[in-house]
């Protein structure tokens, strides 16, 4: 390969790059392949044989961010409570991702793509530029889906421990945290769209009122972001522990996982200021902390003044905000 770029009357940069790149990449997963069987084979060695009867190779494949790594591992036949299983010590021992055998890298490496992509499609092609590897668009969706499940699943445990005071309650001191809750209108897919158009048909006919068959099936996905605060001297004021909850919920459900994470996380003794930021919708208002203030945030602030303060004044309420003057507003007005 480098006689064959050395000897070239062309050389590119980016192309030598690429080439370089991929050839490092195959013995990478080389490397890997070779680790992975020599371990497999320590583990077959110091197995308990009468538990663990050894039923011969088998060979699979796990993607990840330098390509496909093709490797074979011993399965086992176990038998437990008169029930025989068949199972893969070094899958179960290093904890090899079961997302549809992909590493842990490279969901990660999904997970970052896909949120600031328009589809899966362009996730696929931003996967396939940045990495050695490919993933179609249905196994990028399917990765995305299997994700979303866990988080949704340990949430809900979340709440349930909650619920039955089963949570162990946190020691992190903190005078302040700061909370910002807001709504984002989608429209709906598949199923889930299927489902709204039905309910929306009942609806119509109990109020005796014909449907618009124009009409957009949205719902809101809401969001809500807990901190700590924010970093003085970062120009883009950084927030200190972000936490978010982004979902298709209700209000009460938003506040209950919100009140589990702080209960597990912080001495909530030691909190002396909670603080909601929101557009001033309903449900961002339900998700106040008890005894805590809500407020708009300065977005939804500065829209009231452009929406119902003559422009000859605006600039005067919009000065005295940056300048945090707050005393003066009132007499402005």
Not at 22 to 27: I, S
Not at 30 to 45: G, Q, S, V
Not at 172 to 195: C, H, M, P, S
Request: charged share 40%; aromatic share 8%.
């Amino acid at each position: 390969m480098f006689e064959e770029i050395i000897t070239s009357k062309e050389v590119k940069f980016n192309n030598l790059e690429k080439k370089v790149y991929k050839f490092v990449c195959f013995f990478g997963c080389l490397i890997i392949k070779l680790m992975l069987e020599a371990y497999d084979r320590k583990l077959m060695e110091n197995r308990d044989k009468k538990k663990y009867r050894h039923k011969g190779l088998r060979e699979t494949s796990v993607n990840t961010v330098m390509g496909e790594i093709k490797y074979k591992r011993v399965m086992y036949e176990i038998q437990e409570e008169g029930i025989i299983k068949t199972v893969y010590l070094l899958d179960e021992t290093l904890k090899i991702s079961v997302e549809g055998k992909v590493s842990s890298n490279l969901v990660e490496k999904v997970i970052e793509t896909v949120p600031v992509t328009d589809s899966y499609r362009k996730a696929e092609e931003v996967i396939d530029t940045t990495t050695n590897t490919s993933l179609c668009h249905e196994k990028i969706r399917e990765i995305i889906l299997k994700i979303g499940d866990k988080i949704t699943n340990k949430e809900k445990e979340e709440r349930k421990l909650f619920d039955k005071n089963q949570l162990v309650a946190g020691l992190k001191e903190v005078t302040a945290l700061f909370e910002e809750a807001d709504g984002l209108w989608i429209n709906l897919q598949g199923k889930d769209r299927k489902e709204k158009l039905e309910k929306n048909k009942q609806k119509a006919e109990r109020e005796n009122k014909e449907l618009n068959p124009k009409m957009k099936i949205k719902t809101e996905l809401k969001l809500h972001v807990m901190y700590e605060g924010w970093k003085k001297e970062d120009s883009r004021h950084s927030l200190v522990n972000k936490q978010y909850i982004a979902r298709i919920m209700k209000p009460k459900e938003i506040a209950k996982l919100r009140d589990a994470r702080v209960y597990s996380q912080y001495d909530e003794s030691k909190i002396k200021l909670r603080v909601t930021n929101g557009d001033g919708a309903k449900w961002t208002k339900g998700t106040t902390a008890k005894e805590g203030i809500y407020q708009k945030d300065q977005f939804h602030i500065m829209q009231e003044i452009v929406r119902d303060v003559p422009k000859e004044y605006r600039n005067i309420f919009v000065e005295l905000i940056n300048k945090k003057e707050f005393e003066k507003i009132q007499p402005a007005i």
